[in-house]
């Protein structure tokens, strides 16, 4: 770059540039990455942290070059803007892996509090007044998880972080009673899942600082990933199922249900409803409206409608 001459040389340091800091600090720190699969999740949030920090070191290596190589800065920050992606797939794949990292050994904790699930009672006389103990459990790690990160991570990364993991909590929730261990469950089992999925709205309430421009913009925002959880649960609850297939009730209320799971979760739940809904003894035929709306849905889903 001390080279005094008319060679336009930026174009071919910058290119090196992005070689050294795309590939061989990309690729020495995803490296480094795999061996720190067994670290705990603390450690591991300080890398992904780390990661902002060592995308402003390239930021300014860009600025420097330019600057030792005669380009104006604002010439060089107007290429910034008008190649935003190229530049910031310099440390892409190591960002990347820090955080998937991360988001691995935090769904291995969720795993292990998703043990509790069996305590659920599915076929309960009651519905439990708090519900389950495994999401009052995932709850408390989650508000320490989030009061920690906050110290720690960027807050795009915090955020993205959260919504994995929440994300993770729906689909081992719909997972669970699509599951064979799961063979019937009544309504009041229903009901303490709605109570469970209600702890973690909550908790979504509670980090929309975090999100959007709103309060009310980043609750919404944060409860995303608890949609296809919370349709299941109002589809079960509703007085008629079989709205579901109503196409645009289904793309209004129900988008992120798949309609083979519901067929095979409503069955499940059809077979308990049997006592559930019946009437005593020998007085009046009238089938409950719920149960004939929900035997519907079940056939006609069958059928392939």
Known sequence: MSHDGQLDFYPIVKKYLDRLLGEVVDGAITYALLRLEGSGVSQTMQVAANMLVMERACDFFFRHAAQLSGIPLRIAERGRKEF???INLSQKKSRDAAEELLLRLLEAKLDDFMILTDTVSWMADD???NGNE???EVIIYLE????????????PVLRRVLYGVLAQVSEKIVGLVLSDSVKRFNAN???GIDADLRLFESFA???SHLFGD???SGASELKMPLLEARQLVNLLMSNHPENFLNPVIRETSYNKLDCKKVATISEKFRDSSDRLFSTFG???SKQNPKKKSLDALINRLKDGS
Do not use: F, W
């Open 282 to 284: 020998t007085r009046g």
């Open 127 to 129: 519905p439990p007044p």
């Open 205 to 207: 309430d509670n980090q």
């Open 134 to 136: 495994y999401a009052n």
């Open 214 to 216: 709103t309060e009310d």
């Open 189 to 191: 089992a229903v009901t």
């Open 84 to 86: 935003p992606l190229k």
């Open 144 to 155: 320490t998880l989030a009061s920690t990160a906050q110290q720690i991570l960027p807050i």
